[in-house]
């Protein structure tokens, strides 16, 4: 392993853990969850159930095999999520023409509604974790943050 990026490494000698990009990236992750679910506690949402609908809102007629991947979750339980969101009367889903195997899943007006009510909501957390920062630190933050992810996926 290259010399430069050792004070980062945990093989070191004199690894700090608080020098480890990765025990921050978790606990950033760890810490937003628990303030988005502590925010959204009293709608009856969790998590699990934001991320599904924030895709769909971003994604109308996602597949459950495309939300499973844009929520980096088992596609087990992005089916059960999707369900459960069913029978709240949050999503709807359907077969694909093309492909019958394939089942798509759109928001309706109730999930639209909901998505709204978790967006403002949940503004408030993203603009707490963002102060301090300017702009130009949060796009180059996703840059870089981008470049490691790209980097893994090779």
């Known amino acids: 392993m290259s010399k430069k990026y050792s004070k980062f490494l945990p093989s070191t000698d004199d690894f700090n853990l608080e020098n480890f990009p990765f025990y921050w990236i978790t606990q950033v992750h760890s810490q937003y969850v628990q303030n988005v679910d502590s925010v959204l506690k009293k709608y009856g949402v969790d998590n699990s159930r934001r ?33 459960r969101l069913k029978d709240e009367g949050l999503v709807e889903t359907y077969s694909c023409e093309d492909d019958a195997r394939i089942t798509r899943v759109l928001l309706t007006a109730k999930g639209k509604e909901m998505t709204d009510k978790i967006n403002d909501l949940t503004s408030v957390v993203l603009e707490q974790s963002f102060d301090g920062l300017t702009p130009l630190q949060i796009e180059k933050m996703i840059d870089s943050l981008r470049q490691i992810f790209n980097n893994l996926a090779r």
């Open 51 to 83: 991320r599904i609908l924030i895709a769909l809102a971003s994604k109308p007629d996602a597949s459950v095999s495309d939300l499973s991947e844009m929520v980096v979750s088992k596609m087990s339980t992005t089916t059960k999520i999707v369900y």
